[in-house]
């Protein structure tokens, strides 16, 4: 539905009808912290020496111990959902997702977020498929994917499908 408008988003509440292809915003930042790492280590269960152990993450090629990858996309799902544009959505229907460059303790994360597609499903409902590329402070990106989305429609155009 749409073309590309590349219309950055302001402050504000976004119904289906509201959003086109090409529209986007920017997250606000979070600084990812040890704490994070321990916490989410101990949250999922993953102890893997790359996240936990110094010493054997340099044995690995990097600076220091790397937060986990699933981390950053919570990390970046959370400032989405708590962004100033705000996608009227439902329920995330799907990830697609990379792991570009490692995150380490002390990066400050935020990103990117484009409308990839707009449509209507089958039975009526606001389907939105978002691109979202994750940088740190430095800008280089460290993540990026897609995840799609049910989206409210505004009230009282719930049974028109165009």
Known sequence: MGSATER????????????????WFATGRIVVTEAHIVAFAGLSGD???????DEFAREQGF???????LLGLALTDGLKNRSAARIMAMAS?????????PIL??????????????RLSSKGQ???????????????VVQQGETTLAVRRRPGTETTCS
């Open 93 to 101: 229907l799907g990830w697609n997702w990379r792991f570009v460059a």
């Open 63 to 69: 600076p220091s111990r790397i937060a986990h990858g």
């Open 105 to 118: 303790a002390g990066d400050r994360i935020g990103a990117r977020i484009t409308v990839s597609e707009t």
């Open 47 to 53: 102890f893997f020496d790359v996240h936990m152990d």
């Open 126 to 140: 606001g389907i939105v498929t978002l691109h979202l590329e994750v940088t740190q402070q430095e800008g280089r």
């Open 8 to 23: 950055e988003l302001p402050a504000g509440n976004y119904w289906f009808e509201d959003l086109h292809a090409g529209d």
